[in-house]
């Protein structure tokens, strides 16, 4: 069964650009989360979605804004990046809620200069 | 954002000793821990989970504790290896807070040959 899969897995972005990051989930899963991981913040939550819905939201800025597909893959998108931005951006998925089994995946390192 | 133990301390084990790892919550109405591993470029490996009506959960060569008195949970490894090197996160949910996970700061794991 095929883990959790985001691409990229690098990604180098400018001041001001915009940026999406895709994750796919463990087939059968129906719940994606998105997470950003800092040395300063560690693991902090961005946002949950299950169904095409977002179903929980973190306290991060409304540049920070994600989808879910039918097929349970999303996307998360930055805009107007800015240098804190830099992280690595960690995708989990679960079969329903962040109260069963997460699973994560390898993250996407962005770094804005 | 929200955290929980925000700091990363290090833990220098022989190989072949048993080891323990701590971290305190602070949510009561936390329901669902999980200890998740992370090495170095990859993303939190799933290690053991435990649900609020239990105090202790046994896996593969670790065991979870939970003491909800005084909101701890710990992990013990037993005969660790070289390759349980990494950085340890504990992570809690309440459904009640919103069913988001919440990760401790961390905690670094050094194996000595």
């Known amino acids: 069964k095929a883990g959790v899969t985001q691409t990229p897995r690098y990604l180098i972005k400018t001041r001001g650009q915009q940026v999406t990051l895709s994750c796919s989930p463990i087939?059968?899963?129906?719940?994606v989360s998105w997470y950003q991981q800092t040395p300063g913040q560690g693991l902090q939550f961005l946002f949950e979605?299950?169904?095409?819905?977002?179903?929980n939201k973190g306290n991060f800025p409304g540049r920070f804004s994600g989808r879910q597909f039918s097929n349970s893959r999303s996307e998360m998108n930055v805009s107007t990046l800015e240098l804190g931005d830099s992280a690595l951006y960690l995708c989990a998925s679960s079969l329903w809620d962040s109260n069963t089994e997460a699973f994560f995946g390898q993250g996407t390192r962005l770094t804005v200069v | 954002g929200e955290s929980v133990g925000l700091h990363l301390p290090t833990l220098s084990v022989q190989e072949g000793d048993n080891s323990i790892i701590n971290c305190a919550y602070s949510n009561s109405a936390s329901d669902y821990f999980i200890w998740y591993k992370q090495e170095s470029g990859k993303g939190p490996q799933f290690i053991i989970d435990i649900r609020s009506n239990m105090d202790k959960r046994q896996g593969q060569r670790v065991t979870v504790l939970l003491n909800k008195t005084v909101k701890h949970l710990s992990l013990q490894i037993a005969a660790t290896q070289p390759g349980d090197s990494a950085v340890y996160f504990c992570?809690?949910?309440?459904?009640?807070?919103?069913?988001?996970?919440?990760f401790g700061g961390g905690t670094r794991v050094l194996v000595k040959p």
């Open positions: 979605y299950f169904s095409e819905t977002q179903r």
């Open positions: 087939s059968g899963h129906r719940s």
């Open positions: 992570a809690e949910n309440s459904k009640a807070a919103g069913n988001k996970l919440t």
